[in-house]
């Protein structure tokens, strides 16, 4: 009788002890915690916008129907639009580095000769308005004036501009331009290339 006595106690203070777990805290929400750095660098904008909306760019296409034995400076548009003008819009480079961090950027400059749809024939690099080997040429100054620098463009890597403020209080507006002179033997036909430049912070 007393085992059994024992047994049914034993049962009831089983009954009042908390299974474990049943009753622990569950939570509905998780936090993701974001962590970034933002390095200091440089950007290449079209100068129009910056200021209305910074952060955007386009690439830019120029052309020109040139004649045998000529020599002349394409005309520029931005990628989409219909409407060429006598210089493509400018470009502004901007840096989010401090004045007394005293950084600077180089911009270099990448491309290949102008080829032929047969890409066999091309009109290389070089600086001639005449003669009989035709050339383009590009110039960072304004095309129109007498005084503009041309250079052969530059078909492999090259610094075109260096050494140049990298600070949040300065920017840099460069226009690059283009010409083509045509030799009186060149084949008739579509020819096409381009040239990227690219800007880099100096360490």
């Given at each position: 009788?007393?085992?059994?006595?024992?047994?049914?106690?034993?049962?009831?203070?089983?009954?009042?002890?908390?299974?474990?777990?049943v009753f622990a805290a569950t939570?509905?929400?998780?936090?993701?915690?974001?962590?970034?750095?933002?390095?200091?660098?440089?950007?290449?904008?079209?100068?129009?916008?910056?200021?209305?909306?910074?952060?955007?760019?386009?690439?830019?296409?120029?052309?020109?129907?040139?004649?045998?034995?000529?020599?002349?400076?394409?005309?520029?548009?931005e990628a989409g639009d219909s409407?060429?003008?006598?210089?493509?819009?400018?470009?502004?480079?901007?840096?989010?580095?401090?004045?007394?961090?005293?950084?600077?950027?180089?911009?270099?400059?990448?491309?290949?000769?102008?080829?032929?749809?047969?890409?066999?024939?091309?009109?290389?690099?070089?600086?001639?308005?005449?003669?009989?080997?035709?050339?383009?040429?590009?110039?960072?100054?304004?095309?129109?004036?007498?005084?503009?620098?041309?250079?052969?463009?530059?078909v492999a890597e090259t610094t075109?501009?260096?050494?140049?403020?990298?600070?949040?209080?300065?920017?840099?507006?460069?226009?690059?331009?283009?010409?083509?002179?045509?030799?009186?033997?060149?084949?008739?036909?579509?020819?096409?290339?381009?040239?990227?430049?690219?800007?880099?912070?100096?360490?």
């Amino acid at each position: 009788m007393k085992k059994t006595l024992i047994a049914g106690a034993a049962s009831v203070a089983l009954a009042a002890m908390p299974v474990v777990g049943v009753f622990a805290a569950t939570s509905s929400t998780f936090t993701d915690n974001i962590d970034v750095t933002v390095d200091g660098g440089c950007t290449i904008e079209n100068a129009a916008t910056a200021a209305t909306n910074p952060g955007v760019y386009a690439d830019r296409n120029f052309s020109k129907t040139i004649a045998a034995g000529t020599s002349e400076i394409l005309t520029g548009t931005e990628a989409g639009d219909s409407e060429p003008a006598t210089t493509a819009p400018a470009l502004v480079v901007k840096c989010n580095v401090a004045d007394s961090d005293n950084k600077t950027f180089n911009i270099t400059a990448e491309g290949e000769a102008l080829t032929h749809d047969d890409t066999t024939t091309t009109i290389p690099a070089g600086t001639a308005t005449s003669g009989t080997t035709s050339a383009w040429a590009y110039t960072l100054g304004n095309p129109s004036d007498t005084a503009a620098t041309w250079s052969a463009a530059p078909v492999a890597e090259t610094t075109v501009v260096s050494n140049q403020a990298a600070n949040t209080s300065t920017s840099f507006n460069f226009n690059p331009a283009y010409r083509v002179y045509v030799s009186p033997s060149q084949k008739p036909g579509h020819y096409a290339g381009s040239i990227t430049y690219t800007v880099a912070l100096n360490d």
